[in-house]
């Protein structure tokens, strides 16, 4: 299951809001500079939210990883990224703290984005591992880890941005469990499109052109979609947040806003925490 095949497309839609610190911007600009922006700004110019919802799903993640930071520090000491693609979260992470690791797990690219972070992040790439791994492989995950230091008897927070477009609902409910079965105080930071048709009727059916011209461009029949009460359910897991576009745009200050009305879009970024057994 080959992960991050739109990783390039969502830092160019992103923008310079695709990264958070000089290391992170750095990492995306060598990216960028070596792929073809066409695409992107094609299907910015068909689908009026697409830029807007790539820079905000940048950002509600890292406002969900900075508010874990201050709520219990130690959840955000171990970030595990799996299907990583180009993403420069984790870079971005350990440049903002200094006593934390991060291991990114994906199937392509392995060793060019390693040369990357060694070129534009000399100084956090010590902290800082990638793995080759299907990300859609619950078992394969862990053992991946396993096998580059990182620490279960630790809590961890888990990033899937982007992720569960790509894999099978029962792939990412074993992932998810895997991840929060990880430790007691692990938590998931997981971006998922609603179904098409539980938003306003337009939104939806734009939200469906737009996911079905990503498919189609990556040689697939759709992409999956989730509701966010009813995956925790059958992950064990219990919604500690949740973050629509409009209300990130609002708490971004952006003006005008991207999106006035929570129902205009289908994505969603969740904040997941265990809330049953998952032995």
């Known amino acids: 299951m080959h992960v991050g095949a739109t990783s390039d497309l969502i830092l160019t839609l992103a923008g310079d809001d695709a990264a958070f610190t000089a290391e992170g911007r750095a990492l995306v600009r060598s990216v960028l500079a070596g792929t073809d922006p066409q695409w992107a700004h094609s299907l910015a110019q068909l689908h009026r939210h697409a830029a807007p919802h790539a820079r905000l799903r940048k950002w509600t993640v890292w406002h969900f990883l900075s508010r874990l930071a201050e709520e219990e520090h130690i959840t955000v000491q171990q970030l595990v990224v799996p299907g990583a693609g180009w993403s420069p979260l984790a870079v971005d992470w350990l440049a903002t703290d200094p006593t934390a690791r991060a291991w990114e797990l994906d199937l392509e690219n ?6 990357l972070v060694q070129k534009n992040a000399r100084a956090i ?20 880890l396993a096998g580059a230091g990182w620490d279960s008897s630790q809590p961890t927070a888990w990033v899937l941005e982007g992720l569960l477009y790509y894999i099978a609902p029962a792939a990412a409910i074993s992932l998810i469990r895997e991840a929060l079965g990880s430790h007691p105080d692990s ?31 990556i040689g697939r029949d759709h992409l999956y979609t989730h509701e966010p009460t009813a995956l925790a359910a059958a992950c064990g897991a219990r919604v500690e947040a949740i973050m629509d576009p409009a209300t990130a745009s609002r708490l971004r200050g952006d003006s005008p806003p991207a999106f006035v009305h929570p129902m205009e879009s289908t994505q969603r970024v969740v904040l997941l925490a265990r809330a049953i057994s998952l032995a």
């Open 125 to 144: 790439a010590p902290r800082w591992r990638n793995r080759r791994c299907d990300a859609s492989d619950a078992a394969a995950v862990t053992a991946a």
């Open 187 to 217: 938590r998931v930071i997981v971006e998922v499109g609603l179904p098409d048709d539980s938003i306003q009727q337009a939104a939806g059916e734009e939200c469906r052109a737009y996911h079905q011209a990503i498919a189609l461009a």
């Open 110 to 115: 392995i060793d060019a984005k390693r040369a």
